[in-house]
């Protein structure tokens, strides 16, 4: 009785308590910062507008491709998500539900009510509500997480484009150029490296802590919904294994998807701003006056310290992380297999 309790508690909050919090969380963290990030939204229309090059343009549409992809992903992903969790606790309920004492096993997602569930009016009521507040919360959960994104990405991209401008800027195919005319350069390439700086840190301010909680509650959910699923693959008997074995590899892609999104573009703005001292370096300062090339320095020396995208400011977002993240909640698990108690 005691494992059949733990899992109902476990079930409630890797798939109603800890995804509704951390939507939650989103839609006050976006409220709370709209006016900054407006400027944001702002400065993002202000570069498709201004003239560029045919191939900064194309690095914009491969950065805004990449984001388009991640958008699509996890909006397809969630849709296909919820109703295979429905389908699942529907059979259940079906099959099993009205034989049930407890009220928790008659809905779509177990809880404790002050009010009697057994009502077939009643019930349909609180399964409706269930599931429309399931799509609902979808939308903010996956909304942020592509919104941040799209502006990491596209960060990332105007750094791109600068490095292009900063390798190019002292080439012998540019045609001789005047110290006035390389170092009014340098100036607007110095002032846009502050700007993307800025862009980048403020993105960083608004969503760190925000960013510190979704690891913390997915690395919980995956090492509950793994508890879960091995529960039913050592003690099931009730047909449904394979049906929970689709759900738990959706669910877990939808999660650990998620985290590596963040994962992929915090490395991507590390190497990208870190690499303007690399492409300060490549640049031909060779074939211009010892005083144009020190100028160089100013940005070389920005750039010692790379931008990076932090969870509160402990950890950096990286590919590494993303495997720790991963061994965390396998470790978890593994405890929290071993406190288990023993079925009959």
Same mark, same amino acid.
């Given at each position: 009785?005691?494992?059949?309790?733990?899992?109902? $508690?476990?079930?409630?909050?890797?798939?109603?308590?800890?995804?509704?919090?951390? #939507?939650? =969380?989103? @839609?006050?963290?976006?409220?709370?910062?709209?006016?900054?990030?407006?400027?944001?939204?702002?400065?993002?229309?202000?570069?498709?507008?201004?003239?560029?090059?045919?191939?900064?343009?194309?690095?914009?549409?491969?950065?805004?491709?990449?984001?388009?992809? $991640?958008?699509?992903?996890?909006?397809?992903?969630?849709?296909?998500?919820?109703? #295979?969790? =429905?389908? @699942?606790?529907?059979?259940?309920?079906?099959t099993y539900g009205r034989y049930q004492e407890s009220q928790a096993h008659m809905l779509l997602y177990i809880g404790y009510f002050p009010f009697n569930v057994r009502p077939t009016p009643i019930m349909v009521l609180t399964n409706v509500a269930q599931l429309v507040a399931a799509y609902c919360l979808t939308i903010p959960y996956t909304g942020v997480d592509g919104f941040i994104a799209m502006l990491v990405l596209h960060t990332c991209s105007q750094f791109e484009n600068l490095r292009m401008r900063l390798e190019g800027l002292m080439d012998e195919k540019n045609g001789t150029r005047s110290m006035d005319q390389v170092q009014k350069e340098l100036v607007w390439i110095v002032k846009r490296h502050e700007h993307l700086n800025w862009v980048a840190c403020k993105i960083e301010q608004y969503f760190n802590k925000l960013l510190l909680i979704q690891v913390l509650l997915c690395t919980i959910e995956i090492c509950f919904q793994g508890f879960l699923f091995l529960n039913f693959a050592i003690y099931d008997a009730d047909g449904i294994f394979n049906m929970q074995f689709v759900f738990f590899v959706m669910f877990v892609t939808f999660?650990?998807?998620?985290?590596?999104?963040?994962?992929?573009?915090?490395?991507?703005?590390?190497?990208?701003?870190?690499?303007?001292?690399?492409?300060?370096?490549?640049?031909?300062?060779?074939?211009?006056?010892?005083?144009?090339?020190?100028?160089?320095?100013?940005?070389?020396?920005?750039?010692?310290?790379p931008l990076r995208l932090t969870a509160g400011k402990f950890s950096t977002f990286s590919i590494e992380m993303f495997s720790a993240i991963l061994r965390t909640a396998m470790g978890y698990l593994s405890v929290l297999l071993t406190l288990q108690p023993g079925k009959d």
């Open positions: 009785m005691l494992t059949g309790g733990l899992n109902e $508690i476990t079930q409630t909050l890797c798939m109603a308590l800890i995804p509704s919090v951390n #939507a939650i =969380l989103k @839609i006050f963290v976006t409220s709370y910062y709209r006016e900054g990030l407006k400027l944001l939204v702002k400065c993002f229309y202000e570069d498709w507008r201004c003239s560029k090059t045919e191939e900064e343009r194309t690095n914009m549409l491969s950065a805004a491709k990449v984001w388009r992809f $991640i958008s699509t992903w996890c909006t397809v992903l969630s849709h296909a998500m919820i109703p #295979a969790f =429905l389908g @699942i606790r529907t059979f259940t309920i079906y999660i650990a998807g998620h985290l590596y999104i963040y994962c992929y573009i915090g490395e991507m703005l590390l190497v990208q701003s870190n690499g303007m001292a690399i492409s300060a370096y490549n640049s031909s300062w060779f074939n211009v006056s010892p005083q144009e090339a020190k100028c160089l320095l100013f940005i070389m020396n920005r750039s010692i310290r």
